[in-house]
């Protein structure tokens, strides 16, 4: 237990690194933040997904063990935890499953994913009750999938030829694939928008939706144009008709980590005039990676036009066959990513995972689904700031010591998920003192 002295002092730490992180986004919607704010304070687990920031002002005080030039600036995930994984459509039309949400991705040391989702997992097996045993036995089961994956992309030539498809999965990962495929775009817009009058379809009235005056509907149509330039050639829809714009409207409602953040909804027309062809588009702010913070790289910010572009590039270079719609543009001078609002999207279920030997051939997978966004990316992906292969990287610093990696992640998951939960505690308390400035309405 932290004495009092050293709890003021956490306390301080996590409230300045919090302003320093979301002061400018408190100010323009305070609202959107007690939201936020109130719901990392349902469990630590909340609070952890809500906090990457304070995860980075930790890890980067201390010196990697493990990483040397290279293996310590590859493209990383930025966010890794339990819930960050899901199915995708992706653009050579499998249903797939893998890490979704690269909002935080960035350039960094290929332990600091694997130290995050280390955390997540532990924290998650607290929840749980389960014993420390098993959470280690886990984490170390994780860590082990993820270099045998780094060992199989060693061994191959085509880094693209591994996926977690309906193939090849079983339990909860292949529960959640069945329950994409039976997903379709007709139920997706038909749930959020109506048939008028004129035979035309628009967005239906909600609470998280925002009709927009002509001003700034024509500042977003017009940003949208610029967007479809970012759309690599050989995936763009030869039908011109397709991109038609059919109605846009604001959209607020996302996640813990989108509060504050500006975001629109863009109803295109699709391959055909027909109702059913139609799709759905988001346009939302990119925010500043929480590692760019604390891990400054000129050469890295000089890099991107914009938060949106970074994002887009980090995307393709992360993950495999991306999203044929996904692409960025700029709006008030700010970065938007663009990205298709897309059915087949179901998160992992981890509610029904109970038994250790269920979860551990579910982190089987994921530790092969992270090695494979360390080293496979998008045949789209131009970007040249990993000009290396990352497999090698990797296994050139593990070399004679994995068990040694196994243990230094392990022990770091299970004693940062101590942290957390002591963290968590003063967060609350701090909010409901009103020291983070957003706790009263």
Known sequence: MATPRTAERR???????????????????????????????????????GTACLFYADVTRDPDPFCDERSGRIWVHGDLHVENFGTYLNADGRMVFDVNDFD??????????????????????????LPEEDVRRLIGRYVRAYLSQIDAYRDTENDEDFALTLGNTEGPIRAALLEARGQT??????????????????????????????????????????YLETIPADKRHDRPLFYDVLDIVGKSGFGIGSAGLPAYNVLVEGYSQALENDVLLSMKQANVPAVSRYAEDDSIEQYFENEGHRTVVSQRA???????????????????????????????????????????GVVDLLGRATAKIHCASDEDSDQDLVDFQVEQAVADCVE????????????????YADQVREDHAHFVEAFRSGAIGVAST
Do not use: C
């Not at 048939?195 to 509907?217: C, I, M, N, W, Y």
């Not at 279920?349 to 038994?355: D, N, P, Q, S």
């Open 11 to 49: 306390t301080e730490t996590i409230v300045t690194v919090l302003n320093d992180a979301f002061a400018s986004l408190m100010e323009r919607d305070p609202a959107a933040f007690r939201t936020k704010f109130r719901k990392m304070a349902a469990d630590p687990h909340s609070f952890y997904r």
């Open 318 to 360: 992360l993950q495999a066959h991306t999203d044929p719609l996904l692409g960025y543009t700029s709006l008030d001078g700010a970065g938007f990513v663009v990205a298709e609002v897309s059915p087949y999207e179901v998160d992992l279920e981890w509610g029904g995972l109970i038994e250790p030997d269920e979860i551990a």
């Open 104 to 129: 935080e991705a960035y350039l960094g040391r290929f332990t600091w994913d694997l130290q995050r989702f280390a955390a997540s997992l532990a924290l998650t097996g607290w929840q749980k009750a």
């Open 185 to 226: 775009r007709r139920g997706l817009v038909g749930g959020q928008t109506l048939v008028g009058e004129d035979g035309g379809r628009r967005f239906a009235e909600h609470p998280t939706v925002r009709q927009l005056s002509k001003t700034e509907r024509a500042k977003v149509a017009r940003a949208f144009e610029q």
């Open 400 to 415: 004679g010591r994995r068990r040694e990696l196994v243990d230094w992640v392990t022990d770091f998951g299970l004693g």
